[in-house]
């Protein structure tokens, strides 16, 4: 005989509680803080340190200082419609941190009218997912993409002669430095296709061939695979923060090109790991030397957060 238990959201919501399961962020005093505002960086010289091959030295953990994926354009504000009650914003939204849509100056995505409308469907069901369209991709552990991937949890950045890595808990991103033309045209990946160059403090980056399939955020924002990017990643003078300013392109889903602002903080030793920006463990050296940071590896599994599905679970 074959028994069948359903599993509410409730119910998982219950047994996660008190975790960073559902996406929240760390409670007041652990790690890296909420900050409301996105600091002023210009591009200009790098006075920092180098590195053997002359890239500006930008290596260790990082990241983004506002939230998390919940929401694109009011990133402390949760998933409208949340039936979480922890999840519902304690404050007014002017006393929240920005839109990550830096322009247009409203901080809204100028989607064409279609675009818009399938936004509104993926967010009105993204709690109660009736088709499969509406599941969000990185509840069934696909990479988080570009740009997503720097507002899903923290991450590390390593350099290497001729190239730029991200390690992501969702996939892992190289960036060219050494000149190769992108890959063909019909080939499209999760992380897209990336070719960069340095100037000065800042890492400019032409993204193609991306296959689109992740959104941005819960809320249901996306591009197409036509999206063109130029990111730009200004860091500051010592290399603890930077922005990250990515001029989106998709004539086939906006009617005009626009740009996210995410900023980014690396870890220090004064930092506390938090399981969600820092994923980090601090590994005890010989005395003298300081602890060796270690990034842990995350395994992804399936359902494991509040994405309106149900979890059903079979037993002989």
């Known amino acids: 005989m074959k028994t069948r238990w359903l599993v509410t959201v409730a119910t998982v919501a219950a047994v996660l509680a008190g975790t960073q399961a559902h996406g929240q962020q760390p409670p007041p005093g652990a790690g890296i803080q909420r900050e409301k505002s996105v600091p002023k960086l210009e591009s200009g010289k790098w006075t920092g340190k180098r590195l053997a091959d002359g890239q500006p030295d930008v290596e260790g953990h990082w990241s983004n200082t506002i939230a998390n994926h919940n929401n694109w354009t009011d990133p402390q504000g949760g998933v409208p419609g949340d039936p979480n009650p922890r999840a519902t914003p304690k404050t007014q939204r002017s006393e929240r941190a920005p839109s990550r849509v830096s322009d247009p100056p409203d901080g809204e995505l100028p989607f064409q009218p279609w675009a818009r ?18 599941v969000e991709p ?5 990479p988080a993409g570009v740009p997503k991937s720097f507002t899903w949890h923290g991450y590390e950045i390593r350099q290497f002669p001729g190239y730029v890595v991200f390690l992501f808990n969702s996939g892992t991103r190289v960036v060219h430095l050494d000149g190769k033309p992108h890959l063909p045209e019909n080939i499209k990946l999760w992380n897209a296709d990336s070719r960069g160059r340095w100037e000065g403090n800042t890492l400019i980056v032409d993204v193609t061939n991306n296959n689109a399939k992740a959104r941005l955020a819960r809320t249901g924002e996306f591009f197409s695979e036509n999206a063109r990017i130029e990111e730009r990643y200004i860091f500051n003078s010592d290399g603890t923060r930077y922005n990250y300013v990515a001029t ?8 005009r ?9 690396r870890f ?5 790991p938090d399981g969600w920006h820092y994923e980090v463990a601090l ?3 010989p005395a003298g030397k300081p602890p060796l940071i270690e990034r842990y590896e995350r395994i992804c599994v399936e359902n494991n957060g509040p994405f309106g599905n149900v979890a059903v679970l079979g037993a002989k």
């Open 117 to 134: 409308a399938v936004q509104q469907e993926y967010l009105q069901y993204f709690h109660n997912p009736t088709k499969e369209q509406y």
């Open 257 to 265: 090109p626009w740009t996210a602002t995410i900023p980014a903080r």
């Open 283 to 285: 590994a005890n050296q």
């Open 138 to 142: 990185l509840a069934r552990c696909a």
């Open 248 to 255: 989106i392109t998709d004539p086939t889903v906006f009617t």
């Open 268 to 272: 220090t030793l004064e930092d506390e």
